[in-house]
């Protein structure tokens, strides 16, 4: 349940590739890039929060991220709370252009049509003053920065103010 919940924009960017494709503290917090490491794992999302910052932001204790890398070339970290229920799980994906792997590097897609795709699949989405694009919708905020696609998505159990949260976090780590 934990990765269902934590992954809705790495589902989203899979779901593109089937249907159109193919046919640290906070005052230290920068900008950084994920990078493949052995065994096709990511930890570089990881390396973009700490569980310090996210449980001083959701009120409640985070594990140390789990890091994948996925098919679609994109790197993903999921955090998620060590206290009892309700459990709260928040995850970061960044897909970058010189890192599309698939069907997604072989249609030619980019990230930023990608990221347009998506956003068209929110039309009550709000915009968000992140990176170059950016927008909110229910439980994530998606940022488009250069050749970088951002999604921040939490999942907090029956807490409310998610957005407020994730467009912080998202200011955090695009600047």
Not at 34 to 56: D, I, N, Q
Not at 119 to 133: F, I, T
Request: aromatic share 6%.
């Amino acid at each position: 349940m934990r990765i269902r919940i934590g992954l809705p924009g790495a589902l989203l960017v899979l779901a593109l590739v089937l249907s159109g494709c193919g046919g640290n503290d906070s005052a230290g917090a920068t900008k950084a890039t994920p990078s493949a490491s052995a065994g096709g794992k990511s930890e570089g999302a990881c390396k973009l929060l700490t569980p310090a910052e996210l449980g001083a932001k959701f009120g409640t204790a985070f594990g140390d991220g789990v890091p994948t890398h996925q098919e679609t070339g994109a790197d993903l970290c999921v955090w998620t709370s060590t206290n009892a229920s309700p459990a709260k799980t928040f995850s970061i994906t960044v897909l970058r252009q010189d890192s599309l792997d698939g069907a997604l590097k072989s249609s030619g897609q980019t990230v930023a049509q990608l990221f347009e795709q998506t956003k068209a699949a929110y039309p009550k989405s709000v915009s968000v003053n992140l990176g170059d694009q950016a927008y909110a919708s229910p439980s994530e905020v998606q940022v488009l920065d250069g050749d970088t696609w951002y999604s921040f998505s939490a999942f907090l159990g029956t807490g409310s103010g998610a957005i407020d949260i994730l467009k912080d976090l998202a200011a955090r780590v695009v600047g």
